[in-house]
């Protein structure tokens, strides 16, 4: 089976920077999501890794190490409008490689 | 395009009654997944239909719900009866190719059973 493990949820300042962490436990490995859920709204895609390392898109980077299950998304200068649900999902390799969704981590910015 | 579409977004049904809802996934797109969203489980996959034909459907959390995808462009989840514990948002979801392509979620649909 798959554990995926995030906090409940995160608070912080607009303009600051935070990082959600992600570990997981996996049968094999095949590439970590991470997705935005606004209250009331559908989860979002916003990365993907599948190799050791941090990836940039903008505000929003995201890192991943395989060897200690573990993945972090990073999101730099946040707005108001960062607060949000960010759920971690993991792929496992072989099977149906269908990602298992972490509960997320609701994030709430304030001034 | 114009995403994927679900109905209907809220409903509101008593305890008993049947519950259809429905999907329409991004055209093109050969997966196609249901979730169910609570605050206590989180987003939990229920079942997914690959060419229209059921892959894995081992979230399915009991014999009342059931899902069809009679066609590339149609799915439905029905749960009869309902019960107030099958409260939650279920969303459908689509994608194309077995790779890491993301999946694309629908609005949701709210479901209240009283």
């Known amino acids: 089976g798959q554990n995926i493990d995030q906090p409940t949820e995160m608070t912080a300042t607009e303009g600051a920077i935070v990082q959600i962490n992600c570990t997981y436990q996996?049968?094999?490995?095949?590439?970590l999501f991470w997705y935005q859920q606004h209250a009331g709204e559908a989860p979002t895609f916003l990365s993907y890794?599948?190799?050791?390392g941090l990836e940039e898109k903008g505000r929003f980077s995201s890192f991943l190490s395989r060897s200690k299950g573990y993945s972090y998304l990073l999101l730099k200068e946040l707005q108001m409008k960062d607060s949000a649900s960010y759920l971690c999902?993991?792929?496992?390799?072989?099977?149906?490689?269908?990602?298992?969704f972490g509960r997320g981590t609701s994030l709430i910015v304030h001034p | 395009d114009a995403g994927v579409i679900q109905s209907p977004r809220h409903e509101v049904t008593e305890m008993g009654q049947e519950v259809t809802l429905r999907c329409k996934p991004i055209?093109?797109?050969?997966?196609l997944f249901w979730y169910r969203q609570t605050m206590m489980r989180g987003l939990e996959l229920l079942i997914y239909?690959?060419?229209?034909?059921?892959?894995?459907d081992s979230g399915m959390p009991e014999d009342r719900f059931s899902a069809k995808m009679p066609n590339a462009s149609f799915s439905t989840l029905k749960i009869q009866p309902s019960e107030p514990r099958d409260s939650a948002v279920y969303f459908c979801?689509?994608?194309?190719?077995?790779?890491?392509?993301?999946?694309?979620f629908g609005p949701g649909t709210r479901l209240t059973v009283l």
């Open positions: 979801a689509s994608k194309y190719g077995r790779g890491p392509d993301t999946q694309y």
């Open positions: 996996t049968s094999g490995f095949n590439g």
């Open positions: 890794n599948v190799l050791d």
């Open positions: 999902a993991v792929r496992a390799s072989g099977g149906s490689y269908i990602p298992t």
């Open positions: 055209s093109g797109h050969d997966y």
């Open positions: 239909f690959n060419n229209n034909v059921p892959i894995d």
